[in-house]
């Protein structure tokens, strides 16, 4: 057991994904599975340790078990790399969660983990609510697009770890150069990041090529509520709006006025508070 920044005990749960993968999430809160299960995948960038911010205000309610994808933290990874792999890697631990617990799993995801989460609902019946925080449904490969990407792949070969993440924010999602200074003042925060780059482009060109059918989510039939930021950039905003939350039946939306696409970390309460709202609806 260890312990976290918020002084609450983590322990490990493993999860062997189809490929042979081994999946590590941290787990928070009760482990027995009296409370209900939050499955909580993170996006690019990132590792479980995301979701250390809001902790003290889920861990009474829930059993939380924090995803770090592959390519992270103690999870592995394989030769191999797609989306693909990423969704049955999530569908592996939602049903290695029911199996343990004997619950169904509320599934929340952040970013490309959302994409996850959206993907994964569509391979197994035990989820029981999606949370879903601004999935980046594709912006397309454009030329600039292209050698933005070439530039991380680069800076990764050459273990430049600060520039893929510099790279990533103000060249590919568009944050403002203040915000993202901001952002690299949280010495914790940062260094997460920095830790993750060798998997940042490669996750950029999976989200950036892959094709969403908006029809294939109809079948989706659990409550769905999207989590949008009123200051988030032009495509996230376009693609919460008028792709994943029209392509659900029945999906609620909330959105954040003063929030952009970090409120998990920056705002850990009104995340919380949000996702609570949800699970007690």
């Not at 901001?182 to 940062?190: C, G, N, S, V």
């Not at 376009?238 to 705002?267: D, F």
Request: aromatic share 6%; net charge neutral; proline share 6%.
């Amino acid at each position: 057991m260890l312990k976290n920044i918020n002084n609450i005990s983590l322990s490990t749960f493993e999860t062997f994904s189809p490929d042979g993968v081994r999946i590590i999430c941290r787990v928070a809160g009760d482990p027995t599975g009296n409370k209900p299960p939050l499955v909580l995948v993170h996006g690019t960038g990132n590792d479980h340790s995301m979701y250390l911010r809001p902790l003290d205000y889920l861990a009474p309610h829930f059993s939380l078990y924090m995803v770090n994808r592959r390519g992270r933290g103690q999870s592995g990874d394989g030769e191999d790399y797609s989306l693909e792999r990423e969704i049955a890697d999530i569908t592996a631990v939602v049903e290695n969660v029911v199996a343990h617990t004997g619950r169904p799993v509320t599934l929340v995801g952040h970013s490309f983990g959302a994409v996850c989460c959206l993907e994964t609902a569509l391979r197994t019946g035990n989820i029981d609510r999606l949370f879903l925080y601004e999935p980046p449904l594709p912006p397309g490969m454009s030329a600039r697009r292209r050698a933005v990407l070439d530039d991380m792949y680069r800076r990764v070969a050459e273990n430049d770890r600060d520039g893929v993440v510099m790279v990533q924010l103000s060249q590919w999602s568009g944050i403002r150069e203040k915000s993202v200074l901001r952002l690299r003042e949280d010495a914790e925060d940062w260094a997460s990041r920095m830790a993750t780059a060798h998997t940042i482009p490669r996750e950029l060109e999976a989200i950036a090529t892959y094709r969403f059918v908006p029809e294939r989510f109809a079948a989706i039939d659990v409550p769905t509520r999207f989590l949008l930021g009123g200051r988030s950039s032009e495509m996230l905003r376009t693609a919460t709006l008028e792709k994943a939350h029209p392509a659900v039946a029945g999906s609620s939306i909330v959105e954040m006025a003063t929030q952009a696409h970090a409120a998990v970390t920056v705002a850990p309460r009104l995340f919380a508070n949000h996702l609570l709202e949800f699970c007690r609806a």
